[in-house]
Every structure is written in C-alpha cells, then in structure tokens.
C-alpha cells in the first residue's frame, strides 16, 4: 500500500477542518491559476488523479466535461466524495495513483492537484498519463514548489520575536524523501527539483504549455491579511502540458 | 546606454581574474550541463548574445559551425575577444542586448550564458530571436537561478561561527532590480521567477526543449571542496528552446 495518511480518522478528521475541503475550490488560493491551465472541458473525458473529495470532478462537470473519473487511495476520500456526488457521469476508482493503469487514449484532459509530490515515482505516472491521453490530450497538474519542500522543516526561519525572516532552501538537489508535519501528522513527501518535474514530462513526451507559480490575488492579500507572505516564496508549482494533436 | 560594467576598468580587470575569464569554458562549472543542451553546431550560423571573450563563438567554431557572431555591450570586452579570435568566420558586434535587431532566419543557433539576468525586457529579448532563428533553430540559455536573485544580497544566511546554515529566499514574488555586488562592484540585475522565464519563451513562440538546474559533477567535488555547498541551491537556470521546424 502507498502512503494513506486519509484513512487515519485523526488526520481525516483534521483534512476536513481545511477550507478547501469543506468549501470547495474557491478557498484553494491557486484555483484561479489552475483553472486559467485547464483546457476547455465541455464533451471531454477527464481523469484526476488524486481526486479527495471530487471537487475537481464535479468541477469538470459544471464545465459540462463528458465525464469524470477520480482516482484516490483513501477509502475515506471516496466515500466522501461519492456521498456528495449525484452524478452518474462521474465515477470514482480506489487505487494509489503509482498504480493507475490507463486504456490508450481513453481520456482527453488528466488533472492533478496537490498530489504528486507524495508519489515517488512521478516518471511512471507521466508515462501513464501521456499513454492514457489522446492526442491533442491535456495535463494540468500543481505539485508543492520545490523551493516549498528542499527542508524537511518546510517552514520560514524565524527571528527572535517570531517574525518570518525569511524562507530557507537547502539540499536542492538531493530528489528524495522529506518527512514533514501536515495537519500534526508526520507525512513523507518526495522533493524534486523544477527542471525534473519539467524533464520528466517531457521525457514522457509531453509539450510545455506553462507554467504557473501563483501568487495571491489582490482581493486575497486584501482579506486574508496573512496571505502577504505568500508573495515571499512560491508555494505551489502549476505545469500545464499536453500530447501531441498529430501521430508522433 | 544600458548597462555596461565592463568598460570600468577596474571591474573588468576583476573580471579578468576569474577562471572562467582567463582560462574559458573549461574553468566554468555549468558549462558541461550548458554544452549538453546545444545542438550540434557543425555547419550552422551561431549567435552569442552577451559574448565577453568570445570563448563560446571560438567553442562553435571548434565544432565547425558555419560562422559566428558575438554581440557584447562592453568595447573593453570585444577588444580582448578581437584580440584572442584568428578565425574570419568569427565576428562581434558592439551592441546592448536589448538592442539587437536580428534579420529574419539569419541563425540557426543562439545561446546566451550568464547575460540576460542583466538584461530588462527579456521578452524583447526572445521575440528578437525567435524571429533571428531559422525553423527548427535552437536558443539556449544560462542565467542566474530565481533561486538564487530572489534578494539584494545574494548571499547565505550564516550562523555565529560563520557557517552557511541555509540560502535565504525572500521576495520571490517581486520581480524587478536587484542591488547586489559582484566582484567588489554595485551591479544592476532583474529577477524573474522561473514561471516568468520559461512562459516567456513560450510567448515568443519557442518551444521548451529541456531545463537544467545543474550541480557539481562528482569529480568538481572531490577536486573543489567548496563546491560542496553548491548541492544546497541551484545558482543557474539552463533553457534549451527552440523553433518549429515547420512554419506556424
């Protein structure tokens, strides 16, 4: 089994406090910026890999996608999501995601949101994802930046009244495991450097479309006041890439 | 006139210091990466932009590139390039980067190493060579990593016995002039994030072949201990773009 921290009814419980879990989308601060990646939906078959609670499914739907499958490893996650799903063309499958196996061609845009930097193997979901497309097929993912997660401490170095001096990268290129605290639990994440994730897709065979390091909007920095040291780092690392229209 | 330390005399006799001045591209740590992102260059027409002693036109040379022109700011410079180069198909050209104008296809290779994070409008910048490129022609670039400019002062985050606990990030987000010294001298850059450099090559209609973040290879570290740190951030982004070979 791969790493599962859903099924622990303590850190479950803890995921569900998050705003983007109970609210959905819109109280993701890079959902703007992942939806400017996503490819028209409308008719599409998508695929999300990763799926929690299926906002992202639903989502597809909303955008009138043809249908949606989300993949997850959690029990949890799924019964929570087909607990809010009324969708018969959204249909949701248990497996981790290192372990998807997908019919050539069978979808036509792939998500990912926030999932693959706790997949160790991210080439073989590349080489999976690029098989499971068809031409012209889209994937759109968003990975915790690798300046986010060189640290296993993964936070900013403080000064001596507290304050966010600054935030520290170290070990850059060491590509291997990071223990860190999620939501007061020990969680592994797999550190990669922005050239690998990069390489690797194209490695795959996939064109560079964009990338997308977001940062908060100003409405955000408006609201939410300590949304300002967003703009100090990047958080998140989005890549929008795609497979070829034409026979390669 | 944009910006031109090199024609200080005492930053440029500095400069001559280095041993990737004296000695050339062997002395240069990303240069085996850099290299490995070139196309082949045999029979192709070469532009350097930003070509300080001329090493890399005399390197295309050397590979039997049709011909070579190095583009450089500094007189100071092209002088001692002028003065190391005995080949005709090899030329410079005084000129400031965000100056150049290029004739339509007149190259079928453009590189620019260490230069552009000088350099203000790097969108320019790219559109000039893409449009200076023939189809299926190559750009590939080197600039100081996102990493690595995030902050004026571009330097570790020490401890009280001097010892480099981390490399400080700050401001990530705020892409404009950085203040820094370079070789006892005030010198101007740009930050740009990583998104902003690889999207703007995509604007410009360049396709991204391949990203670099290179490191020291084994044999640097044995031979230079201090390269030890340079495993800890990335100080160069590498760019290899380039231009359909069929017309878009």
Redesign the interface.
Known sequence: MKQNKYDDPAFFAAYGQMSRSAVGLDAAGEWPALRALLPELRGKRVLDLGCGYGWHCRYAREQQALSALGVDISESMLAKAREMTDDPAISYRRQAIEDIELDEGAYDAALSSLALHYVERFDAVCRQVYRGLAPGGSFVLSVEHP?FT??DEQDW?YGPQGER??????????ESVRRTRFLGHEVVKYHR???TY??TL?DAGF???????P?PTPEMLASVPEMKDE????IF?LIAASKSASNQ
Chains 1, 2 share one sequence.
Do not use: F, K
């Not at 001096?165 to 060491?174: A, E, F, K, M, R």
């Open positions: 300046i060189s640290r170095h001096l600054h935030w520290p990268v170290d070990g850059y290129q060491d450097t922005a050239s990069v390489n194209l064109r560079i479309d964009r990338l997308s390091e940062q703009t100090r780092r990047p690392l």
